[in-house]
């Protein structure tokens, strides 16, 4: 039976890939992303349904799990933001070269405006690349709507499918038209042809030539997609003509591109449809794309309409390159013009986020920025969560911050350079996720850095998620190599701060790698465990 | 009819609780609806805002327009004045008095003589209302009694009935705190 509910673009995602079938989503927590599987974690009848929905220790190994519960016959969802497509290519591409056997659906949350990212790379792009389906939802009904329809068309074509969405989808919410009963999937029985997944190269070649010659039919399918359309006006021919897809497409008609008689291209799946587009351009004079992210339409149309046909869009300067489009750009780049608005008042003051009040990581840098005020040559190669935050004030604590994992492997790099101290900061799930492999290679190379694991027993910045090597830290890195007596775990309290700041002094001494591990529980997630201790205590109290 | 909303606070002051009410109010009432969130790293302490669309008609962005916002509900003072473009030239300001001062210079004077100049202002003192009647966790539902003098897609009690619903699973305790801070909110 059909119901209404009110969901986030990722909760949407996550309903319909239940409603679809799905037997497990692996993931590992990223803005946007986050969410779905959360969703899917919360989801009242998972245990009736047998979903598989714990978190995955990185974007690659999610992946590779996926695919192989795909190769066993049922339909599984591997969900990350934008840069974790960066840590999963490597699986992801090859997952295009081995194809599918149960429905594999790949979601990938971009975040333009990078709200909580340090890029703004465009996953269209990686499902380009690794020449497979992408879907494009404009509102939350499609997100749903569009998952039994991606893994349907993943086993038909066995392939994975790229679902893409933005940070204003995935985290905006509207009511959802859902149906429990859509669907009575039944699994495959499990993958039995090595030649198709042995990707040797002889059967590699085969598996490319089988790949490249199915483009032309994938192209066809976007020309059929129930999630694109071409809205034509009744005089069906205009000076403009625009093409757009997710979110942007929800700014065109915002701004009401079809009542004043200009035709819209709506592209909800890829590879692009040339058939459209000509058709499109065929009664246009020039095109205008609006889409959120990089301008990969934009780049491709010219190709199908002539390098003479104008085309406007974020190259051309129509729409801003960089950051996510607005209700007011796409105004704009339509030639209206802005009626006049109040002004924000001058001299408010900014408000960026901070380290919480009694965090164990403000501990950690407030006994770093004591000790190394006495090594003038020390660099700080941070990483990626909430301990981020200690570039700003009151911390100025770090230096670099570029991708997971790269604290401890910067740090090597420059120590082999002579920087000396090299200290690595990296938290607990970071270090799981992407950073034993680099201190596998100090080790190796007897690096003189210092790493410290600030340990928060969580995964703090995405919600408080599992962290993968809870309770294993100091067996991960002696295990590794690192001599036992230079793992090192200390409780960031500022009782503590003089025995701390003496750790840190001697492990920065000490020639060769050491590793500090402060750990102390996130205090957000130490509070809501609190509160519904207490709330079971006055449940008790009431029976 | 439509009625376009900006919630506005700081991390942590219970924005996205009076964003879930309005938006469950909405769904009951079969309106349209689009509520914009902002989660992860901002949510820590920073400032935070939420958007909130609601209609009798389909609702394309899930952005507002700027100059397109009927009411800015804000849980702070100086956090309202960030979001002044996209309020309507005869729209309203519904907010807390109180500043959080989590940062280092608060801008008291230039808080201050931007709400002189603003037409339509209803700013109330909602943790000195709650701390007097003994609500200390319902402030937000103080400030969304008093928006709802003014939200007239929707009614005082179906945003009443909404407040149950969410609030329903943590027990009659915590529903009718809630219920009690939204009517003095309301009346005051």
């Not at chain 1, 919410?173 to 699994?187: E, H, N």
């Not at chain 1, 005089?235 to 819209?264: D, F, K, Q």
């Not at chain 1, 992407?434 to 690096?447: C, E, I, W």
């Not at chain 2, 309020?87 to 300001?93: E, F, P, R, V, W």
Request: proline share 6%.
């Amino acid at each position: 039976m059909e119901e209404r509910k009110l969901l986030l673009g990722d909760e949407a995602v996550a309903l319909g890939a239940i409603h679809a079938g799905l037997r497990g989503v692996y993931a590992y927590p990223g803005t946007p992303s986050t969410e779905i599987t959360e969703y899917i974690q919360m989801y009242e009848s998972r245990y009736a349904a047998g979903i598989h929905c714990s978190w995955s220790t990185n974007e690659k190994t999610a992946m590779e799990e996926a695919l192989g519960m795909s190769y066993a016959g049922c339909r599984s969802m591997v969900c990350m933001k934008h840069v974790g497509m960066n840590v999963a290519a490597d699986a992801f591409v090859n997952s295009a070269m081995t194809g599918v056997n149960g429905g594999l659906v790949v979601v990938a949350a971009d975040d333009p405006s990078m709200h909580s990212s340090q890029n703004e790379q465009d996953s269209r792009f990686y499902g380009k690349f690794a020449m497979i389906p992408v879907l494009e939802p404009s509102t939350q009904q499609e997100a749903y709507d569009m998952m039994s329809y991606a893994f349907d068309l993943s086993e038909n074509e066995k392939l994975p499918v790229l679902l893409r969405l933005t940070t204003r989808l995935a985290h905006s919410r509207s009511a959802v038209a859902a149906d429990p009963d859509l669907y009575d999937y039944r699994p495959l029985e499990p993958a039995r042809d090595p030649s198709s997944w042995v990707l040797l190269p002889a059967n590699a070649r085969r598996r490319n030539q089988a790949l490249t010659s199915a483009q032309p039919r994938l192209e066809k399918l976007s020309s059929e997609s129930p999630f694109s359309s071409l809205s034509v006006p009744e005089s069906r021919r205009s000076a403009l003509g625009i093409i757009a897809c997710g979110t942007g497409y929800n700014y065109v008609m915002e701004n009401g591109a079809l009542s004043s008689g200009i035709p819209v291209l709506k592209i909800g799946q890829y590879p692009l449809p040339g058939d459209r587009i000509r058709e499109l351009a065929g009664m246009c004079d020039r095109i205008l794309v609006v889409e959120d992210g990089q301008p990969f339409i934009e780049e491709q149309v010219k190709g199908f309409v002539g390098a003479d046909y104008e085309i406007l869009g974020k190259l051309t300067g129509a729409l801003p390159r960089t950051g996510e489009l607005n209700p007011d750009t796409v105004a704009r780049a339509l030639g209206k013009t802005p009626e006049p608005v109040y002004a924000t008042p001058r001299n408010l003051a900014a408000r960026p986020p901070a380290l919480c009040l009694g965090c164990g990581h403000r501990d950690v840098y407030i006994a770093l920025n004591k000790v190394l005020a006495s090594y003038p040559g020390a660099r700080v190669f941070a990483d990626i969560g909430c301990y981020t935050l200690g570039a700003l004030p009151p911390f100025c604590a770090i230096d670099t911050c570029v991708d997971m994992g790269a604290s401890v492997t910067m740090a090597k790099g420059a120590a082999d350079a002579g920087i000396f101290p090299a200290v690595a900061v990296i938290g607990d799930s970071t270090f799981t996720h992407s950073g034993m492999t680099g201190l596998l290679d100090a080790v190796n190379d007897r690096s003189n850095i210092t790493v410290v694991i600030s340990d928060n027993l969580t995964t703090a910045m995405t919600g408080g998620q599992d962290s993968a090597g809870t309770n294993k830290f100091e067996a991960i890195c002696i295990a590794l190599g690192v001599e036992p007596e230079h793992v090192r775990v200390v409780v960031p309290l500022s009782r503590n701060m003089d025995d701390i700041t003496a750790v840190i002094r001697e492990e920065i001494d000490y020639q060769g790698v050491s590793v500090i591990i402060p750990r102390r529980e996130c205090i957000q997630t130490a509070a809501r465990k609190a509160r519904s201790a207490g709330n079971d205590i006055k449940k008790t109290e009431r029976k | 009819m439509k009625y376009d909303i900006i919630l506005s606070g700081v991390g942590g002051q219970g924005i996205l609780s009076i964003a879930t009410i309005i938006a469950d109010a909405a769904l009951g009432a079969g309106l349209y609806l689009k509520q914009a969130e902002v989660h992860g790293m901002s949510q820590r302490g920073g400032a935070v805002e939420s958007g909130l669309r609601l209609s009798d008609s389909v609702i394309y962005s899930d952005l507002l327009p700027s100059g397109s916002a009927d009411m800015i509900l804000s849980m702070e003072p100086m956090e309202a004045l960030r979001y002044l473009p996209f309020l309507k030239k005869d729209g309203c300001i519904v907010t807390s008095s109180v500043p959080f001062r989590n940062i280092g210079d608060y801008p008291e004077e230039a808080v201050r003589s931007a709400y002189q100049v603003l037409p339509r202002t209803f700013s109330l003192d909602i943790e000195t209302l709650a701390k007097e009647n003994s609500l200390p966790k319902s402030a937000n539902m103080i400030l969304l009694g008093a928006a709802a003098r003014h939200i007239g897609i929707l009614t005082p009690e179906q945003l009443k009935e909404s407040i149950g619903n969410v609030f329903g699973k943590k027990g009659p305790a915590v529903t009718d705190a809630n219920l009690r801070a939204f009517d003095i909110g309301y009346n005051h």
